[in-house]
Nanobody, 126 residues
Framework: QVQLVESGGGSVQAGTSLRLSCATSGITFNNYALAWFRQAPGKEREFVATIFRNSHTYYADDVKGRFTVSRGNGNNRNTMYLEMDTLKPDDAAVYYC??????????????????WGQGTQVTVSS
């Protein structure tokens, strides 16, 4: 059974940083694409970043250069991270991690992922 558990959300000031974690179980990391999505109140769930098994990464335009997605190693090899720097109020949302057999042409489509975490709230005040 695939399980994804996010953590690390919180309330921060604009311009600061936050690191989210997604602990995975029940999957073979190398067989899946892992992604971060976010959803703000009244908005649709939107793509943030994806990391493939070859460690290639892709980002939404509005987070490129500020956010970094990565996988852990050693004892944390089943964990995915999202380092968020220079946070803006527009980054406030519930952040979800997801796993699936997405390919480059559909990484931004939530339907390409079939396992989701419960989400972690990120609040950014100006």
């Amino acid at each position: 059974q695939v399980q994804l558990v996010e953590s690390g959300g919180g309330s921060v000031q604009a311009g600061t940083s936050l690191r989210l974690s997604c602990a995975t179980s029940g999957i073979t990391f190398n067989n899946y694409a892992l992604a971060w999505f976010r959803q703000a109140p009244g908005k649709e769930r939107e793509f943030v970043a994806t990391i493939f098994r070859n460690s290639h990464t892709y980002y939404a335009d509005d987070v490129k250069g500020r956010f970094t997605v990565s996988r852990g190693n050693g004892n944390n090899r089943n964990t995915m991270y999202l380092e968020m720097d220079t946070l803006k109020p527009d980054d406030a949302a519930v952040y979800y991690c997801a796993a699936g057999r997405a390919i480059l042409s559909n990484i931004r489509n939530p339907d390409a992922y079939y396992s989701w975490g419960q989400g972690t709230q990120v609040t950014v005040s100006s």
